[in-house]
């Protein structure tokens, strides 16, 4: 199998490209032994481009552990550069189809090769059975969790994919790799959950830390950026338009008044290769 590895933020995929023609891979199978770090190629995920009826390409992921996600941010950001490098779409703005629905892309391009990538991620969903998260309010904003002697306050919201928001004065003092696994699987998230811990910078910034459903800790999290801008709002932390800062670099997030959300970042290859079996 021919192979694209890219990276948004150093949060990073092996792609595979199917528009033109299928293997028959068993997706999530190949998700788990490639990207192996050891024994594979490593990344965070596996990207399957595929045609589309309704858009002009399609996208699926499968996160590092074999389970499909939703929605990926900074995977549909190298997805979008790829689709468009490669010449299948020749307009810097065309829509990818994605397992929560039709995003539309916008790419900046110089020299036929695309920088910044916009993205609308659609209209955050907050009812808790859409997320879907267990909650005593219509909306899990400001709620109390509890696990192994800790007790935290989230919000919960849905980029397409569930995510779980907590802010901290002291970001640095997370213990993520302890907490993180466990609040993935906390019953009160019957579809498992994507964690972030946010610390507010100021109005208009913030540092986020997050541990990804299936993957683990990230360097970025597209969604999970969303998530945590529309869950600042929420609790009155932040204004629509923020800066977060991640590990593997910045994203600006926009959730308009009139609901949608702009996430604004780059995607980068790192290289390309052919597996052996």
């Known amino acids: 199998m021919n192979?694209?590895?890219?990276?948004?933020?150093?949060n990073d995929f092996i792609l595979a490209d199917e528009f033109k023609a299928q293997t028959g891979l068993d997706y999530a199978e190949a998700a788990r032994k490639l990207c192996d770090r050891r024994r594979g190629i490593g990344?965070?995920?596996?990207?399957?481009?595929?045609?589309?009826?309704?858009?002009?390409a399609r996208m699926r992921v499968f996160n590092a552990d074999g389970s499909e996600a939703e929605m990926c941010g900074n995977g549909v950001r190298c997805l979008a550069k790829y689709v468009y490098?490669?010449?299948y779409v020749t307009s810097e703005a065309f829509t990818i189809q994605t397992e929560a629905g039709i995003k539309n892309v916008w790419l900046s391009a110089d020299g036929g090769s695309g920088r910044?990538?916009?993205v609308n991620m659609g209209i955050p969903l907050l009812r808790p059975d859409w997320i879907p998260a267990l909650a005593r309010q219509e909306t899990a904003v400001q709620e109390k969790i509890e696990m192994d002697g800790h007790s935290f306050i989230f919000t919960a919201?849905?980029?397409?994919?569930?995510?779980?928001?907590?802010?901290t004065p002291a970001i640095e003092?997370?213990?993520?790799?302890?907490?993180?696994?466990?609040?993935?699987?906390?019953?009160?998230?019957?579809?498992?959950?994507?964690?972030e811990f946010a610390q507010v910078v100021n109005r208009r910034e913030i540092i986020l830390r997050v541990w990804e459903r299936g993957a683990g800790a990230t360097q970025a999290c597209g969604t999970g950026a969303?998530?945590?801008?529309?869950?600042?709002?929420?609790?009155?932390?932040l204004?629509?338009?923020?800066?977060?800062?991640?590990?593997?670099?910045?994203?600006?997030v926009n959730w308009q008044d009139s609901g949608p959300l702009l996430m604004s970042g780059p995607a980068a290859y790192a290289f390309r290769g052919e597996t052996l079996q």
């Not at 192979?3 to 150093?10: A, C, P, Q, R, T």
């Not at 699987?185 to 019957?190: E, G, K, M, S, T």
């Open 3 to 10: 192979f694209v590895k890219m990276h948004g933020l150093g």
């Open 116 to 118: 910044e990538i916009r």
């Open 226 to 237: 969303c998530a945590a801008v529309v869950a600042g709002v929420l609790e009155g932390r």
């Open 239 to 252: 204004e629509r338009e923020a800066l977060v800062l991640l590990p593997g670099g910045a994203l600006r």
């Open 173 to 195: 003092e997370i213990r993520l790799t302890e907490v993180g696994p466990a609040l993935e699987r906390h019953p009160l998230f019957p579809a498992r959950t994507n964690v």
């Open 85 to 87: 490098d490669a010449g």
């Open 157 to 167: 919201v849905s980029i397409g994919n569930p995510h779980c928001v907590i802010f």
């Open 43 to 56: 990344g965070d995920g596996l990207l399957l481009l595929l045609p589309a009826q309704d858009a002009e």
